[in-house]
């Protein structure tokens, strides 16, 4: 990972659903969250948290379930351990969560029913507050050279001040997995004079779109596009009040997409074509993907 230099931003908390039961990957998940599967030595959520120190955020708002106790013991100093392995070369293998650790709050509230993301979401609104915030989703794992992909939406959220997803690309075949949106150009895309130079330079008009239609995982029949929302979201305070009024949508789930729909309406969410990569540990493939390309990287 990058450094944790605190960049000065108007994004101070990121919130990280992590309730779900993980069923795609029974039995391992049978008594450990999934967010805890590691890539290489060190958990999904952790990389997550990373991504977010990353970008400025040290607020960390984590929402579990049953079950996920691991979760918490994780973000916190284990006293036999570190003195079991106090002065011996092993402690190095503790370096990287200490500095997390030391370097972030973390706050924990528990969703007691599984009512779908949205719902999550907005379980969460107790530890968020009346301010802007992000959202990853710990599955969704990113990774670029330069600049992780939470940090480059930050900055476009300095700037625009609305909701911002993230979103790649797939298969047409694949659309039925994802929130799917349609896009328009953006209106003002003009000046880039309060980016910073580098995120200027990289930025480019294929890469910021207005959202004018966003559908929950909808066959590819009826997709808009073929541009999938990815877990990194960036969200206004007043998304809480509109989850509060949205009706369950697909699989009887209450849907961030079609609360998100609200405010596309006023044209308030950008799609934003992220610099990276992005693996989905949901998914197998996408875990044993993952591993190898982080298992390649560390060898370098
Ligand atoms: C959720 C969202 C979906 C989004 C996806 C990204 O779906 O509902 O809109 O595209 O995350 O990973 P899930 O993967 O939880 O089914």
């Known amino acids: 990972m990058k450094g944790f230099l605190q960049l000065q931003t108007t994004i101070r908390k990121c919130l990280f659903p992590a309730a779900g039961y993980g069923t795609r990957f029974l039995p391992a998940t049978k008594a450990i ?52 392995i106090k002065n011996t070369t092993k402690e190095s293998f503790l370096t990287e969560i200490r500095k997390v650790i030391t370097n972030c709050t973390f706050s924990y509230t528990r969703q007691i029913e599984m009512k779908g993301l949205g719902h999550a979401i907005l379980t969460g609104e107790t530890l968020i507050g009346e301010e802007p915030f ?24 300095d700037r625009y001040r609305c909701s911002i997803v993230a979103v790649e ?25 309060n980016l910073t130079q580098s995120n200027a330079s990289a930025l480019s008009e294929e890469m910021l779109f207005q959202v004018t239609n966003m559908v929950e995982k909808p066959d590819p029949k009826d997709a808009p596009s073929n541009l999938a929302i990815i877990g990194r979201y960036i969200l206004t305070p007043d998304i809480f009040a509109i989850l509060k009024e949205t009706k369950p949508g697909k699989g009887g789930e209450i849907q961030i997409t079609d609360a998100l729909l609200e405010q596309a309406k006023q044209g308030k969410v950008i799609a934003y074509k992220f610099r990276g990569k992005r693996f989905d540990c949901g998914s197998v493939d996408g875990f044993v993907a993952a591993t190898n390309y982080f298992y390649k990287k560390s060898e370098k």
């Open 134 to 157: 992000a959202v990853i989703l710990a599955d969704d794992l990113c990774d670029n050279a330069d600049e992780g992909v939470l940090a480059q939406m930050v900055k476009l959220y």
């Open 33 to 84: 969250p999934k967010e805890m599967l590691p890539v290489l030595t060190k958990p999904l959520l952790q990389y997550g948290v990373e991504e977010a120190i990353e970008a400025g955020i040290n607020t960390m708002a984590i929402v579990t379930g049953r079950g996920k106790r691991a979760i918490e013991d994780h973000f916190d100093i284990s006293y036999e351990l570190e003195h079991q």
């Open 169 to 193: 690309e797939v298969p047409l075949e694949e659309t039925n997995k994802y929130g799917v949106v349609a896009v328009k150009k953006m209106d003002d895309f003009g000046e880039v004079d």
